[in-house]
């Protein structure tokens, strides 16, 4: 893979549950990605983050209609002068992830959620470096359990604890070639797997589940694994940053995550 060459990301904003969604509920608005952190709509952090790194050529807002990204006036601004594109969603991640493959060039395609905020420049200039340099075919970046605590001793996560000990992820994948889209596949269900063990055993087979139920393989043993099932190079990248696993899912993540960006400006 071409060191130079940027990516395109492409950003998983839909909401299945809506205005019912939780988040959402808490500020009346119909998609939680829309919500207002600190003064700024999550979704749009997620954006300026990604514009910020300097490694994307294109930005894909998967999302169910255009007027959505609209009613964000900086992202309305993107998306007329052509930084970001509009994509309808699909059916789940894995048709969304599709849809987007379907587009011209779509080669190497970044994936991240619009409930993201605490991505930054930083981790995602970090994520493209290693994904360069591992040449791999499908990367998925993981951080340390060991990270996480060091910084947020207190913080309750729902680790993947592995021989190597605990992971979480950072909802930070990239494809990097059309070979590769299958493994997308293993999210259809709707991913979430720690939280979701069927899912699991559907995506990755009893063998994988073993390994990971009864912490039998390292991380990268388990990537290995996949490897081997799908003909594919597939790396974990390691992510040094504490905040990097952290999403909005409930009430509680948004209210330690505008804390979070807070403390980051200085205000707190």
Request: aromatic share 6%; charged share 20%; hydrophobic share 45%.
């Amino acid at each position: 893979m071409n060191q130079n060459l940027k990516m395109n990301a492409l950003v998983l904003a839909a909401s299945r549950q809506g205005a019912e969604d939780a988040v959402a509920k808490t500020q009346n608005v119909s998609h939680k990605c829309l919500i207002d952190l600190d003064g700024t709509v999550m979704l749009q952090r997620v954006v300026d983050a990604l514009i910020e790194s300097g490694q994307c050529q294109r930005i894909i807002i998967a999302i169910e209609q255009r007027g959505l990204i609209e009613s964000v006036p900086r992202l309305k601004d993107l998306l007329m002068e052509g930084t970001i594109e509009y994509l309808p969603s699909q059916s789940n991640l894995f048709t969304s992830i599709s849809a987007a493959a379907e587009l011209d060039d779509p080669w190497p395609l970044m994936i991240t959620t619009g409930d993201n905020p605490l991505h930054t420049p930083e981790m995602l200039q970090h994520f493209c470096t290693e994904l360069h340099r591992s040449r791999a075919d499908v990367a998925v970046a993981m951080t340390p359990a060991d990270v996480i605590l060091k910084a947020y001793p207190d913080g309750k996560r729902a680790f993947h604890n592995l021989k190597d000990g605990g992971w979480s992820s950072c909802n930070l994948y990239a494809l990097t070639n059309p070979a590769a889209l299958k493994t997308a596949k293993a999210f259809e269900g709707g991913g979430q797997f720690g939280k979701r063990p069927s899912r699991l055993l559907k995506a990755f087979g009893l063998g994988f589940v073993v390994l990971y139920k009864f912490k039998l393989a390292t991380l990268a043993q388990l990537a290995q694994r996949l490897s081997k099932r799908w003909q594919l190079n597939i790396q974990t990248i390691i992510m040094p940053f504490a905040d990097a696993p952290i999403d909005v899912d409930n009430p509680g993540d948004m209210l330690r995550t505008e804390a979070i960006l807070k403390k980051r400006r200085g205000a707190e």
